[in-house]
C-alpha cells in the first residue's frame, strides 16, 4: 500500500503528536509511580510532580510515538489503528514524534536524577531499565515485541516500572506483601497485553509480526491472559490489609475476556469488543484502587 506524505500546518502537528501519546493511557503510567512515591514518602514535593508529569505525558510519547513510527508498515493493516487504539501517523511525521519524545523526556530525566539525589541508587538502575523497555519494545535490532512472552513482559515492565521507580527513589522497604502487591501489578500487566494481542493475531501474521498471540494461538492467549489474572488476584490476598480486598478486582477483567476463551484465530479480531470493555475497566477499577490505597494510608496512620 502506498501512502503519501502530507505537508500539515502546526496544529495538526502537534494533534498528531498527541495522539500517538494514547492520552487514554497516560493514567496507566502516572498513578503507579504517584502512588507509590506519595504513599511511601508521605509528602508533595517536587519530585512527586516531576516524576508525575514524566510518566504521564512525556513517557507515553516516547514510548507509544516510537512503537507507531516503527509499527508503520504493519499498522497500515491494521483496522483498529487511526484513533484511541494507535495513531496512524504520516510518514513525514515520524521524526517529529521521535524526537518530541526525546526533547520533553531528557530534561525531566535530569530533573529527577537530581531531586532523587544519590540516596537511592537502585532508583536509577529501575529509571534505567524502565526507559530500556520502553525502547527495547520496539526498536529494529532488539524488538521485543515480536518475541513471544518477551512482548508481554516488556509491555508490563512499562507501567510496573514507573511504580518500582516511585518506591526505590523514596526509599520504601522491600517487604514480602509489598513484593507480592508489585508481582500481582505484573501479572495484571501481562495478561492485559497478551489479551490485548489477540485481535491482532490476523494482522499480525499477515505482517509476519510474531506476538504471544501469534505463537500460542487466540484461543490459548486468552486461556493464558484469564490465568494470569486470577494469579493476580491471589497475590493480593497475601498483601496488607485492606490489600486482600483488590483481589476480587480482578472479577470484572475475567468476566469482559472469558466470552473469548475459545475464540479460534479467525475470529480473533472480535476480541477487540472485550479489549474495548478492558479500556473502560481501567477507569473503574483504578477509582476503586485509588480508594483501597486511602484506606491504607489511613489504617497505617
Known amino acids: 500500500?502506498?501512502?503519501?506524505?502530507?505537508?500539515?500546518?502546526?496544529?495538526?502537528?502537534?494533534?498528531?503528536?498527541?495522539?500517538?501519546?494514547?492520552?487514554?493511557?497516560?493514567?496507566?503510567?502516572?498513578?503507579?509511580?504517584?502512588?507509590?512515591?506519595?504513599?511511601?514518602?508521605?509528602?508533595?514535593?517536587?519530585?512527586?510532580?516531576?516524576?508525575?508529569?514524566?510518566?504521564l505525558i512525556p513517557y507515553n510519547l516516547l514510548m507509544y510515538g516510537v512503537n507507531d513510527v516503527f509499527d508503520y508498515e504493519s499498522d497500515l493493516r491494521n483496522p483498529r489503528k487511526g484513533g484511541a487504539e494507535g495513531a496512524l501517523l504520516e510518514p513525514g511525521l515520524h521524526r517529529t514524534v521521535v524526537w518530541s519524545g526525546i526533547i520533553t523526556v531528557a530534561p525531566l530525566i535530569v530533573a529527577m536524577l537530581w531531586l532523587g539525589g544519590t540516596g537511592h541508587p537502585w532508583s536509577w538502575l529501575v529509571l534505567a531499565v524502565s526507559l530500556f523497555a520502553v525502547f527495547a519494545y520496539s526498536?529494529?535490532?532488539?524488538?521485543?515485541?515480536?518475541?513471544?512472552?518477551?512482548?508481554?513482559?516488556?509491555?508490563?515492565?512499562?507501567?510496573?516500572?514507573?511504580?518500582v521507580y516511585g518506591l526505590?527513589?523514596?526509599?520504601?522497604?522491600?517487604?514480602?506483601?509489598?513484593?507480592?502487591?508489585l508481582a500481582a501489578f505484573f501479572c495484571w500487566g501481562m495478561a492485559s497485553h497478551a489479551f490485548g494481542a489477540v485481535q491482532d493475531v490476523v494482522p499480525d501474521r499477515e505482517a509476519g509480526i510474531a506476538s504471544i498471540a501469534t505463537a500460542l494461538g487466540a484461543r490459548a492467549t486468552v486461556r493464558l491472559a484469564l490465568g494470569l489474572w486470577v494469579v493476580a488476584g491471589l497475590l493480593m490476598l497475601v498483601t496488607e490489609w485492606p490489600g486482600p480486598l483488590a483481589a476480587f478486582l480482578v472479577t470484572p477483567y475475567l468476566v469482559a475476556a472469558w466470552p473469548y476463551r475459545s475464540v479460534g484465530d479467525a475470529e480473533s479480531g472480535t476480541a477487540n469488543r472485550g479489549w474495548r470493555r478492558f479500556i473502560a475497566l481501567n477507569y473503574a477499577i483504578g477509582f476503586l484502587v485509588t480508594m483501597l490505597l486511602i484506606w491504607w494510608a489511613l489504617v497505617r496512620s
Open 139 to 163: 526498536v529494529p535490532g532488539l524488538r521485543f515485541k515480536e518475541r513471544p512472552v518477551l512482548d508481554s513482559v516488556t509491555s508490563s515492565t512499562h507501567f510496573v516500572s514507573p511504580a
Open 168 to 181: 526505590a527513589v523514596a526509599g520504601a522497604e522491600p517487604t514480602p506483601q509489598l513484593i507480592a502487591l
Open 1 to 55: 500500500m502506498k501512502t503519501e506524505s502530507v505537508t500539515r500546518g502546526p496544529v495538526h502537528t502537534m494533534a498528531q503528536v498527541l495522539l500517538s501519546s494514547r492520552p487514554i493511557s497516560w493514567i496507566n503510567t502516572a498513578f503507579p509511580f504517584a502512588a507509590a512515591y506519595l504513599l511511601t514518602t508521605g509528602t508533595v514535593d517536587a519530585l512527586l510532580v516531576v516524576g508525575t508529569l514524566f510518566f
